[in-house]
């Protein structure tokens, strides 16, 4: 047990969720568990159900139907069911705090779950009004706010398809996904704060046509600009409405190596229930927590922790404004002030903490959780050790907005080694090579063996991508796209997507495994690897770094990389940088590191933060 950093105790473990429903089950071990959901679903999916409390108003009449094909299996079939009756309506007469909320500017407030309720209640009935029936898509675009979770509950109440878009997109991006699904209804915040500058979203929109906005914040109205507050006061109040189980209630974006994104779609049965059954079993939520994402309602970890949370009774708490302003205190900040005990963020927030020597503990916090990219070990080690105190466990997940969960999760309930995954509970996770074959403790494709509920129904207007995407490389296996190892012990580490890997003289290597290394290097703050054309060993490898400009540092670089990798890991050159391309939510494109530095044309990057990166990366580069 050397190398574990967190070894729970047995007081510990038999607290959990996931240990109480292993009891319940009848298994002493939590890997018994996990070995009876994999093998086990339709016996294994109705315990979830009821361990969790999820009403149906009418009972399924089979798990899963796989009549159709393994990509298009449904689940929960026959059976009735509101997603949002399950975090709102079921609360209305409960006076439990269900939001908490603080602006950049220091206002803060909160609503319970019967005042959430009114609320939703009467926007839906709003919608109604205005001729919003089952099936059509209503975007919201809105940063993380108290109106931007009531416009997503109104939505889903009356059977529509919320279309959550990130709040920091430019005009082109919200166009294409408005345009895209047929969105007629648009929720909006007039304007908002961010690093003290005021953002104004109303602006950002201002071009488009065909389209109703819905707007907070506003004083007058027009046939084309509806007031947010005026739809809440005065609609009248409609309970919640039960959905067929393959329903879709959510329909999310996401996007490729080409300008167009995907819709992946939602739906009240199956995707629910599993994103209930990973806050409750992964983050261990009970009805006492507060949770917090440090996110975007546009990205899927905002209506992941959201619904989860709320469908558990639990607290949520939303911010809209930047997590280090005016200052590196602001989450620590808001975690006393509003009673946050499990909070969810990026290593990319942990690693800017590390680089400044911030020492501050997260106190009050009892699970960390992250999502969006791997963990390199200092800054796993950092959170774990300086910001919780060595005591407080890292729920690391890892899966994607096409299945709206994960298939990697570790958890308050087992041993953690810095940077590890666990197998997902009830998602059949494997490794394979590329002859579909299992391995483990080999870099090879992250897979699922079995479908899940909430794998998406198929792409949105792109049903033969999905087939292409997801099924076409493994017959009737889920093809993630990711590049991992797996252990006989059931832990996982993620080394970025397989389209990113690199092949240098015939061996493959993650560009993880070669920034883990880096990122051992005094004064490196971030780094991206990539891999670019060699005319002898196929691929070189290329290291970016952001931190200390210095010759040392190269060669230290250098150097790690040979030490841990081996020598024909070294790299072809080591590059200092003053940033790299990231989105807003914190993670670095590789893809469009790569095509920067070999002048290619650079695809979609609508989701990028800071543009500006690519011109530095582009003048360092060859177009060889």
Same mark, same amino acid.
């Given at each position: 047990?050397?190398?574990?950093?967190?070894?729970?105790?047995?007081?510990?473990?038999?607290?959990?969720?996931?240990?109480?429903l292993a009891?319940?089950?009848?298994?002493?071990?939590i890997?018994?568990l996990?070995?009876?959901?994999?093998?086990?679903?339709d016996?294994?999916?109705?315990?979830?159900?009821? @361990?969790?409390?999820?009403?149906?108003?009418?009972?399924?009449?089979?798990v899963?139907?796989?009549?159709?094909?393994?990509?298009?299996?449904?689940?929960f079939?026959g059976?009735s069911?509101?997603?949002e009756?399950n975090?709102?309506?079921r609360?209305?007469?409960?006076?439990?705090?269900?939001?908490?909320?603080?602006?950049?500017?220091?206002?803060?407030?909160?609503?319970?779950?019967?005042?959430?309720?009114?609320?939703?209640?009467?926007i839906?009935?709003?919608?109604?009004?205005?001729?919003?029936?089952?099936? @059509?898509?209503?975007?919201?675009?809105?940063?993380?706010?108290?109106?931007a979770?009531?416009?997503?509950?109104?939505?889903? %109440?009356?059977?529509?398809?919320?279309?959550?878009?990130?709040s920091?997109?430019?005009?082109?991006?919200?166009?294409k996904?408005?345009?895209?699904?047929?969105?007629?209804?648009?929720f909006?915040?007039?304007h908002?704060?961010?690093?003290?500058?005021l953002?104004?979203?109303?602006?950002?929109?201002?071009?488009?046509?065909?389209?109703t906005?819905?707007?907070?914040?506003?004083?007058?109205e027009s046939?084309?600009m509806l007031?947010?507050?005026?739809?809440?006061?005065?609609?009248?109040?409609?309970?919640?409405?039960?959905?067929?189980?393959?329903?879709?209630?959510?329909?999310?974006?996401?996007?490729?190596?080409?300008g167009?994104?995907?819709g992946?779609?939602?739906?009240?049965?199956?995707?629910?229930?599993?994103?209930?059954k990973?806050?409750?079993y992964?983050? @261990?939520?009970?009805?006492?927590d507060t949770?917090?994402?440090?996110?975007?309602?546009?990205?899927?970890?905002?209506?992941?922790?959201?619904l989860?949370?709320h469908?558990?009774?639990?607290?949520?708490?939303v911010?809209?404004?930047?997590?280090?302003?005016?200052?590196?205190?602001?989450?620590?900040?808001?975690?006393?002030?509003?009673?946050?005990?499990?909070?969810?963020?990026?290593?990319?927030?942990?690693?800017?903490?590390?680089?400044?020597?911030?020492? %501050?503990?997260?106190?009050?916090?009892?699970?960390?959780?992250?999502?969006?990219e791997?963990?390199d070990?200092?800054?796993?080690?950092y959170?774990?050790?300086?910001?919780?105190?060595?005591?407080?466990p890292?729920?690391?997940?890892?899966?994607?907005t096409d299945?709206?969960?994960?298939?990697?999760?570790?958890?308050?309930?087992?041993?953690?080694?810095?940077?590890?995954?666990y197998?997902?509970?009830?998602?059949?996770?494997s490794v394979?090579?590329?002859?579909?074959?299992?391995?483990?403790?080999?870099?090879a494709?992250l897979?699922?063996?079995?479908?899940?509920?909430?794998?998406?129904?198929?792409?949105?207007?792109?049903?033969?991508?999905?087939?292409?995407?997801?099924?076409?490389?493994?017959?009737?296996?889920?093809?993630?796209?990711?590049?991992?190892?797996?252990?006989?012990?059931?832990?996982?580490?993620i080394l970025?997507?397989?389209?990113?890997?690199?092949?240098?003289?015939?061996?493959?290597?993650?560009?993880?495994?070669?920034?883990?290394?880096?990122?051992?290097?005094?004064?490196?703050?971030?780094?991206?690897c990539?891999g670019?054309?060699?005319?002898?060993?196929?691929?070189?490898?290329?290291?970016?770094?952001?931190?200390?400009?210095?010759?040392?540092?190269?060669n230290?670089?250098?150097?790690?990389?040979?030490?841990?990798?081996?020598?024909?890991?070294?790299?072809?050159?080591?590059i200092?940088?003053?940033?790299?391309?990231?989105? %807003?939510?914190?993670?670095?494109?590789?893809?469009?590191?790569?095509?920067?530095?070999?002048?290619?044309?650079?695809?979609d990057?609508?989701?990028?933060e800071?543009?500006?990166?690519?011109e530095?990366i582009?003048?360092?580069g060859?177009?060889?």
């Open positions: 047990m050397e190398d574990f950093a967190y070894l729970p105790t047995t007081e510990t473990i038999h607290s959990t969720n996931i240990y109480k009891r319940k089950l009848g298994y002493s071990k890997e018994e996990y070995d009876f959901a994999d093998r086990e679903p016996k294994f999916w109705p315990y979830v159900v009821d @361990d969790c409390n999820i009403n149906f108003e009418k009972k399924f009449s089979k899963m139907d796989t009549s159709s094909g393994v990509p298009f299996t449904r689940w079939v059976g069911i509101s997603a009756y975090c709102v309506g609360w209305k007469n409960s006076r439990s705090v269900a939001i908490k909320w603080e602006d950049e500017s220091g206002k803060t407030g909160q609503v319970n779950f019967r005042e959430l309720d009114s609320a939703v209640g009467k839906s009935g709003s919608l109604l009004s205005l001729g919003i029936t089952k099936g @059509d898509r209503v975007g919201i675009f809105m940063p993380l706010s108290k109106e979770v009531e416009a997503m509950y109104s939505i889903i %109440r009356i059977g529509a398809v919320a279309v959550p878009v990130f920091g997109y430019a005009e082109e991006a919200v166009g996904r408005v345009d895209d699904a047929g969105i007629k209804y648009l909006v915040s007039s908002y704060s961010r690093k003290g500058k953002i104004d979203m109303l602006h950002t929109i201002s071009g488009f046509s065909d389209l906005v819905i707007a907070t914040g506003i004083t007058e046939d084309r007031s947010f507050e005026r739809l809440l006061k005065e609609g009248n109040y409609v309970p919640s409405m039960p959905m067929d189980s393959e329903d879709p209630f959510i329909m999310l974006y996401t996007s490729g190596t080409t167009k994104p995907k992946t779609v939602h739906v009240h049965g199956g995707s629910f229930i599993n994103i209930v990973e806050v409750k992964y983050l @261990d939520t009970t009805p006492q949770v917090f994402w440090i996110t975007d309602l546009g990205w899927m970890m905002g209506p992941w922790y959201i989860g949370s469908a558990l009774g639990a607290s949520i708490f911010y809209s404004g930047a997590v280090d302003y005016p200052s590196k205190d602001r989450i620590p900040d808001m975690i006393a002030r509003h009673g946050i005990t499990i909070l969810g963020l990026s290593p990319t927030y942990v690693r800017m903490l590390k680089h400044s020597n911030y020492s %501050r503990p997260f106190e009050g916090i009892r699970v960390f959780a992250s999502s969006g791997p963990w070990e200092e800054g796993w080690m959170l774990f050790r300086d910001l919780g105190g060595s005591q407080v890292i729920a690391n997940i890892s899966g994607g299945i709206i969960g994960c298939f990697l999760a570790s958890t308050p309930a087992i041993p953690l080694r810095p940077r590890c995954l197998r997902g509970l009830g998602m059949n996770a394979f090579d590329e002859n579909g074959q299992e391995v483990y403790d080999k870099v494709y897979v699922a063996k079995k479908p899940s509920p909430s794998f998406t129904r198929g792409l949105w207007k792109q049903n033969d991508k999905y087939i292409e995407a997801y099924w076409s490389k493994f017959e009737n296996v889920w093809f993630h796209g990711d590049w991992a190892t797996m252990s006989r012990d059931g832990y996982f580490y970025g997507r397989a389209d990113d890997v690199i092949k240098v003289a015939g061996k493959r290597v993650g560009p993880n495994e070669v920034e883990d290394a880096v990122m051992r290097v005094k004064g490196v703050r971030e780094s991206a990539v670019i054309p060699d005319d002898i060993k196929g691929e070189s490898i290329v290291v970016f770094y952001m931190g200390d400009k210095s010759e040392d540092i190269v230290g670089v250098m150097k790690e990389i040979e030490r841990s990798l081996g020598r024909s890991f070294s790299p072809k050159k080591v200092w940088v003053s940033s790299l391309p990231r989105t %807003r939510s914190g993670k670095i494109m590789r893809r469009l590191v790569r095509s920067a530095y070999l002048h290619l044309p650079p695809g990057i609508n989701n990028l800071n543009p500006e990166a690519l530095e582009s003048g360092t060859t177009s060889d």
